[in-house]
């Protein structure tokens, strides 16, 4: 079976920072593709390089070295206005969700179709259409200090969303969220991956999140990829001493919930 074309190809990226006198490689020669309509996972520990890395696709981090190739065109030189239309075409949420506390969550959307060159007349009926989307129809005037935290996170899934991109990037999306929230916004991203087509790149140390909705997954240490594959064979038959302890910290996740329901309920673990 023939497989979709990529629509992200990173070839041969460096990343590199200056510390005083010393020079950082964050990111160490990674190429990787993401094809057009999946999920891709990319995980590892703190520190691994994976939002510099992410970061390169949406070029809020210039490569040191390599190439960015979106649906088949090389952006990594992009300036000025081709820049800024790049960017409406990538989506990005964050964990701290990055939303204006002084504007109600209507608000926070229509800035985004502002900055887009959405006219006027065309913003009401797109932020209605956006808040439904996210179960959020009742909350356009509310301010985000009035939501919690899924909301939030639902309000930057909308706002990220505005102006249809292709691509949605997602930066640790989940992890200031409890299981049961970030369960929701999962299943949120899972149908916008589906149902409107967007490709869907999500970066996390969770394992919990990888198993629910990555296609392909591939695992960073100290800046470099050290193995990838779909995401079941990847778990599976882990290759490298990141992916096992990955995998050892989210089963002693599980174990530690597992003893506390016990402790409540009064049964055993």
């Not at 490689?25 to 995980?43: Q, T």
């Not at 640790?172 to 929701?184: Q, R």
């Amino acid at each position: 079976m023939e497989q979709p074309a990529p629509i992200i190809e990173l070839r041969d990226i460096c990343v590199r920072f200056q510390d005083g006198k010393r020079t950082v490689d964050a990111v160490k020669h990674v190429s990787l593709n993401v094809r057009k309509g999946e999920i891709f996972g990319i995980v590892g520990f703190s520190g691994a390089g994976k939002s510099t890395l992410v970061r390169t696709i949406n070029l809020l981090e210039r490569p040191s070295e390599g190439r960015v190739i979106i649906s088949g065109r090389d952006v990594t030189d992009l300036r000025g206005k081709q820049l800024r239309e790049l960017r409406r075409d990538i989506g990005m949420i964050f964990q701290g969700f990055n939303l204006i506390g002084n504007a109600t969550v209507a608000r926070n959307i229509a800035f985004a179709l502002k900055a887009a060159g959405v006219p006027k007349q065309a913003r009401e009926p797109r932020i209605r259409e956006l808040l439904a989307l996210v179960g959020l129809e009742d909350k356009a005037d509310v301010y985000p200090s009035q939501l919690s935290g899924g909301q939030k996170q639902r309000v930057s899934i909308a706002r990220a969303l505005a102006n249809n991109p292709q691509i949605l990037l997602c930066d640790e999306a989940t992890s200031a969220l409890d299981l049961e929230t970030t369960e929701g916004i999962l299943s949120l991203l899972r149908r916008v991956n589906r149902e409107l087509g967007v490709t869907v790149v999500f970066i996390t140390h969770q394992l919990e999140v990888a198993q629910r909705i990555f296609d392909r997954v591939a695992v960073m240490e100290s800046g470099r990829i050290v193995e990838h594959g779909p995401t079941f064979d990847v778990f599976r038959n882990p290759q490298e001493t990141v992916t096992r302890g990955l995998i050892e910290q989210f089963l002693l996740s599980y174990r530690n919930v597992g003893a506390l329901l016990s402790e409540e309920t009064g049964e055993a673990a």
